[in-house]
């Protein structure tokens, strides 16, 4: 999800350079942006199950928002002109990926598979791993320590960056691109 803020210092339009075009008059300013989750889409909300909990992990701050009921309203305050990239997940009862540090649309193109196994205790995955440049990918543990991680034909290593919310980061590590699987084990 991306939060835009598009506030300015005056109410005022004027025609644009391009003709009929309007461009706001004054400067762009501060302001809160807010979005209801459990509001339907045509609504202006993100139409998620209101009985629902969710992970929002702000990408490009590299910052955990929170856990948010579904029937929440979130909100952020926003500088002026800001864009603001919230990855939203909602709650699994085993360990799941929140995050990625490669790109905006935060697994989706970066990381083609993430499944939990529930018999083995491992998150598995593949993620396109840039040569050169460690890849992260922000798990919530949900209950589980993690124990090890590996990753094949690549460094893999996964710390904890937040204790109280319980999140861990794996790290990923080559020399050159590739696909590379991946997997953290867990105990309960």
Same mark, same amino acid.
């Given at each position: 999800m991306t939060l835009y803020n598009t506030a300015y210092d005056s109410a005022e339009w004027r025609k644009g350079s391009a003709g009929e075009k309007l461009e706001p008059q004054g400067k762009p300013v501060a302001s809160s942006v807010a979005v209801d989750l459990g509001r339907p889409n045509a609504e202006g909300g !993100?139409? !998620?199950?209101?009985a629902g909990r969710y992970y929002v992990f702000d990408f490009w701050n590299e910052s955990f928002v929170g856990v948010f009921p579904g029937n929440a309203r979130l909100e952020q305050n926003l500088r002026p002109g800001e864009a603001r990239m919230l990855s939203v997940h909602e709650v699994e009862p085993n360990p799941q990926f929140i995050s990625t540090s490669r790109h905006v649309m935060q697994g989706l193109l970066d990381l083609p598979r993430c499944a939990w196994d529930g018999p083995g205790r491992e998150l598995r995955g593949t993620a396109k791993v840039i040569g050169g440049e460690p890849f992260k990918i922000v798990i919530a543990l949900n209950g589980f320590q993690p124990r090890d991680a590996r990753a094949a034909g690549a460094g893999a290593s996964i710390r904890m960056i937040d204790q109280r919310a319980g999140l861990a980061e !794996?790290?990923?590590?080559r020399s050159v691109n590739s696909e590379t699987e991946w997997r953290v084990r867990f105990s309960k």
């Open positions: !993100l139409g !998620l199950d209101p !794996l790290t990923l590590t």
